[in-house]
């Protein structure tokens, strides 16, 4: 199975995760990560990207808060499911670092991004290569914020302790266009790589769509 469509399946994660997080106090998932919990609804509230999110720990399922047309769009995939009960069991009570740093310089980072798990920006600069307008208009509808990085930079709060930037370099007449994610230093003490990955791949392909 390759990297592009491995987390695209559906939404399903391994139980004994919903068994972990359905066995946490609320109160202290909560000051951890700092999402909210509903307890009409015995589900937490979290903020992914750009959208609000309710995952329910006893029914083992993640939904789209508001009125989804239909079940299927109720469901936001296995990336978004993926990475958010991930964040809330590991999530740490901790301020972000306010320093970026490649996936390689997380721990572990250099053996990890490579292969299969390489991260997805050579999907944005193969998109975005000589379009840096539209780059920026895709992500700001994300709610990312521009920055001055490259010829064009996003940053987004992803989750409401994870911030993460792409920077784009268009192509010119001496050099092919180039793009990099970058990370909140503290980034890999709320994951592990492989949430990571997911949470890249589920910005990348968010940013791919069309608007």
Not at 101 to 113: A, S
């Amino acid at each position: 199975m390759s990297a592009d469509t491995f987390f695209e399946q559906d939404d399903k994660i391994d139980d004994i995760h919903w068994e972990e997080l359905k066995s946490l106090d609320p109160l202290d998932v909560c000051r951890r990560s700092l999402a909210l919990y509903n307890m009409t609804k015995k589900a937490y509230e979290l903020r992914l990207l750009d959208e609000d999110l309710r995952i329910y720990p006893a029914e083992k399922k993640v939904r789209r808060i508001g009125e989804p047309i239909n079940e299927h769009d109720a469901s936001p995939g296995f990336n978004a499911t993926l990475v958010s009960v991930h964040y809330l069991l590991r999530a740490k009570d901790i301020p972000m670092a306010c320093e970026y740093v490649t996936g390689h310089q997380l721990i572990d980072g250099d053996f990890f991004f490579k292969g299969p798990h390489a991260l997805p920006d050579w999907k944005i600069q193969r998109r975005y290569a000589n379009d840096a307008a539209s780059f920026l208009e895709r992500g700001k509808l994300l709610g990312g914020t521009p920055i001055q990085f490259g010829d064009a930079g996003l940053e987004f709060l992803v989750l409401p302790r994870i911030r993460i930037s792409y920077v784009l370099w268009t192509a010119d007449e001496e050099f092919p266009a180039r793009a990099q994610i970058l990370f909140d230093a503290a980034a890999d003490q709320h994951f592990a790589l492989d949430v990571v990955w997911a949470m890249c791949n589920l910005v990348t392909n968010k940013l791919l769509e069309s608007s």
